[in-house]
């Protein structure tokens, strides 16, 4: 698949679109790469094993079997080194659902310097057994902990530990 958009969220709408257009089926590793640019990562304290399914049209479906949760456990998006300094908003927009209502924070990381600083959006997303959608926004000015560039980024779904399932029908990035 080609990837001809060039603008501030190029990268993780690529990794998007090429997952949307796939069917995959498998057992995922902390920190597999299912394609290119996208990873789970569990706290190895834990004992969680993770499936993940996804179909043409659709992004995800995450089930993930548990005796004993970890601290974490996050769907990774890398987004490149991005600059935000012309920029006043980032926002996130995500369709789910889930067997049993849950819900789960969306952060932006940020490399600086050896670490990184995260910046969390300020509402959570909640899913239900209906699909939903949330959108939610960072005004850039208001924040502190958003530097306006970065070697690297990444977009982090903070989900519960102890998830067992979720379905991400849809997810955009976007900034304006």
């Known amino acids: 698949m080609d990837n001809l958009d060039f603008g501030l969220t190029a990268e993780v ?3 998007l679109a ?3 257009a796939m069917s995959f089926e498998g057992r995922l590793e902390a920190d ?5 640019g996208m990873y789970l990562s ?3 304290a834990g004992d ?6 996804s179909r043409p049209g659709a992004l995800m479906d995450l089930a993930v079997t548990t005796r004993r949760a970890g601290g974490w456990l996050s769907l990774n998006m890398e987004l490149g080194a991005f600059d935000l300094s012309r920029h006043s908003v980032l926002g996130v927009m995500c369709k789910s659902a889930a067997p049993q209502t849950l819900t789960f924070k969306v952060c932006l990381r940020s ?13 959570r997303v909640i899913s239900y057994e209906k699909e939903s959608v949330h959108a939610d926004l960072i005004k850039l000015a208001e924040r502190d902990d958003v530097p306006p560039e970065a070697p690297w980024r990444e ?3 903070f989900f519960p530990p102890e998830l067992e399932k979720i379905s991400l029908h849809d997810f955009a990035l976007f900034g304006v």
Request: net charge positive; charged share 20%; aromatic share 12%.
């Open 42 to 44: 569990m706290d190895p």
């Open 13 to 15: 709408n690529h990794t």
């Open 155 to 157: 977009l982090i779904l």
């Open 32 to 36: 597999q790469r299912f394609v290119p």
């Open 48 to 53: 969680s094993k993770a499936t993940l399914s």
């Open 111 to 123: 490399g600086v310097g050896d670490g990184f600083v995260d910046a969390f959006f300020q509402k």
């Open 18 to 20: 090429v997952l949307r």
